[in-house]
């Protein structure tokens, strides 16, 4: 049942990340409560900017966001001498 839950959850979430937790709920038919546990322990998701996203990154987003984060760190210090 749990399981059911969390996939009809995820399916809402993937057609419009912009919802809250009680209109995901409400289209589910679950309560709120329940509905914040799936999204937060078992989908693993957290509210960034007004949408749920997962909360861990991917190994090649992480090179990334260090890349970019290196470029610009050596940006900053060209500046400053």
Known sequence: MYNDHAEKVLAVIRRNRRLTVR???EEV????????LI???KLKMRRVAAKFVPRLLTDARKDNRFTVRSCLIIRML???F
């Open 23 to 25: 209109e995901v709920a």
């Open 39 to 41: 999204l937060t322990d």
């Open 29 to 36: 038919g679950i309560c709120k409560s329940s509905c914040h």
């Open 78 to 80: 060209r500046k400053t």
